[in-house]
């Protein structure tokens, strides 16, 4: 078993849709938690950024952590064509030096 | 400001040959990452700097790899003896600092791709 594990999907939603993306994870030592968005051909870009358990909103976009279930959510309002790239899970142990273990990463196309 | 930059951003090359792939962090940053990213799956860790230190390096697939930062800036990545199954997009990410707070965060570079024929 991964330590993290993503739907690979691809999942594909009309414009204006409530988008819904999850993870969930093995390891009780994780404390942070990302999402990243990668467009073809480039780099991950982060988009939301959590610590511990509990809801982080910004604009649009929401991510949830439960750590008593190993659960961590991202939820996109309104969906936009420009929203289309993989969504990536991403996720690390306290502690300064630590690598981000990731997702196999969520395919997600906005259809207009 | 100008964000990790990687060159090449293709490489192409032959069974059994050797590269370097060269990445170029946030300036002022003194964490470096490198990590490999294969079709369909999420990026997969490599090796860590601190400084010019490789401070985790316990990614690295085999002795064929090897990465250095001998000034604590710029770090190459060199694959020796090129195997097929080596071809990959290789991505560098840098941050601030080591602290575990959010300094720490990872910011990518486009990656290189790397195809080994």
């Known amino acids: 078993q991964k330590e993290v594990e993503q739907d690979p999907g691809p999942l594909s939603v009309p414009e204006g849709a409530i988008v819904s993306l999850n993870c969930t994870y093995s390891?009780?030592?994780?404390?942070?938690f990302m999402w990243y968005r990668q467009y073809s051909r480039k780099g991950p870009e982060l988009l939301m950024y959590?610590?511990?358990?509990g809801n982080k909103e910004d604009g649009r976009f929401t991510a949830q952590v439960d750590k008593s279930s190993k659960y961590i959510s991202l939820f996109i309002r309104d969906s936009q064509p420009s929203d289309s790239a993989t969504y990536l899970c991403?996720?690390?142990?306290?502690?300064?030096?630590?690598?981000?273990?990731f997702g196999k990463g969520m395919k997600l196309t906005v259809n207009p | 400001g100008a964000g990790v930059s990687q060159t090449p951003s293709n490489k192409v090359t032959e069974k059994g040959k050797y590269v370097e792939l060269r990445c170029d962090p946030i300036?002022?940053?003194?964490?470096l990452y490198w990590y490999r990213q294969s079709l369909g799956q999420g990026p997969e860790f490599l090796i860590y700097?601190?400084?010019?230190?490789?401070?985790?390096d316990s990614g690295l697939p085999n002795d064929r790899f090897f990465a250095v930062r001998p000034e604590g800036s710029v770090s190459t990545l060199k694959i020796q003896r090129t195997e097929r199954g080596d071809s990959a997009v290789y991505l560098c990410?840098?941050?601030?600092?080591?602290?575990?707070?959010?300094?720490?965060?990872?910011?990518f570079g486009p990656g290189t791709r790397l195809t080994v024929l």
């Open positions: 990410a840098s941050s601030l600092m080591a602290s575990g707070g959010l300094t720490d965060t990872q910011y």
């Open positions: 390891n009780s030592a994780f404390q942070y």
């Open positions: 959590t610590y511990s358990s």
């Open positions: 991403a996720m690390r142990r306290a502690g300064g030096s630590e690598k981000l273990v």
């Open positions: 300036s002022g940053h003194t964490a």
């Open positions: 700097f601190q400084g010019t230190g490789a401070a985790d």
